[in-house]
């Protein structure tokens, strides 16, 4: 077990971060060049760009037309969400994975998605409005862990899950220790770190598992996680959230009930915002 720990810690097993992804995380929304800027960068990458358009052209974000181009698709998703998940394509493309029946790049997407828009729209009704981008950056990338896991060790990846299926009654995060000696938020912490992400984006990655009274975005993980499950391995809800945890950080029952309409919502639609 200590062998992966090690692995992780060479510098030349987990991917440097990509150019375009350094651009992407620098751009400021704030201006009329930043936005053309954006738009030019996701423009430059086909890969990029024909997930973008696949995402608007999905039945969450219907138009009623054919989105075709990306000028069109960031009219749809709005400029905020084109950074956020150009960027995330960009950081993860590169560490290539093993697909099965059990662990999808479709699964871990919807998964991360909706927690990422969870605590969104959960951020829009607390009394102390917090960064939303960043706030929907870290819930797209807090289980790329997973994906580190299943690049360099898809066998026992592949044996983990099937153990985790079989298991329902134990903690996903004591198994993932009892296999692998570490847990997916940490080897996303460790990545995140590599790469110099903001440090608001690494505190999500390495702490959703965490219960953090005071740190809000690990509070609003655990919210939106008691609704979708706890990750893309298990869709298990987590314990529910308190009425005390809820005021702590100023939001009610109420809040928590409209955010779990608008992601069943999401659901129903099959949504898959990246394939």
Not at 197 to 209: D, Q
Request: aromatic share 6%; hydrophobic share 45%; glycine share 6%.
């Amino acid at each position: 077990m200590e062998e992966l720990r090690k692995k992780i810690g060479e510098a030349d097993v987990l991917p440097t971060i990509s150019p375009i992804a350094r651009q992407l995380l620098s751009l400021h929304l704030d201006t009329e060049e930043g936005e053309k800027e954006l738009l030019g960068l996701v423009k430059s990458d086909p890969f990029i760009s024909a997930r973008l358009i696949g995402m608007a052209n999905s039945p969450m974000f219907v138009v009623g037309r054919k989105i075709s181009t990306v000028n069109d698709a960031a009219l749809v998703l709005g400029l905020s969400i084109v950074k956020s998940v150009a960027t995330v394509i960009a950081l993860t493309e590169p560490i290539k994975i093993r697909e099965s029946k059990i662990f999808t790049m479709s699964d871990l997407w919807l998964h991360s998605f909706s927690i990422a828009a969870g605590m969104r729209l959960l951020s829009s009704m607390l009394p102390n409005r917090l960064d939303e981008n960043m706030l929907f950056l870290s819930g797209l990338l807090h289980d790329m862990g997973y994906l580190v896991l299943a690049h360099l060790e898809p066998a026992k990846f592949d044996a983990f899950i099937s153990y985790v299926e079989s298991h329902p009654e134990e903690s996903t995060i004591d198994i993932e220790m009892s296999k692998f000696g570490i847990t997916h938020a940490e080897i996303g912490g460790i990545l995140a770190r590599k790469w110099n992400l903001p440090n608001e984006v690494v505190s999500v990655i390495e702490g959703h598992h965490s219960m953090a009274v005071d740190n809000v975005p690990l509070t609003l993980v655990r919210i939106i996680e008691s609704i979708t499950g706890e990750s893309a391995i298990r869709g298990r809800p987590t314990a529910e959230i308190s009425r005390d945890e809820l005021e702590h950080i100023g939001l009610t029952r109420e809040n928590l009930d409209e955010v779990r309409e608008t992601l069943e919502m999401q659901w129903a639609t099959s949504f898959t915002p990246i394939s």
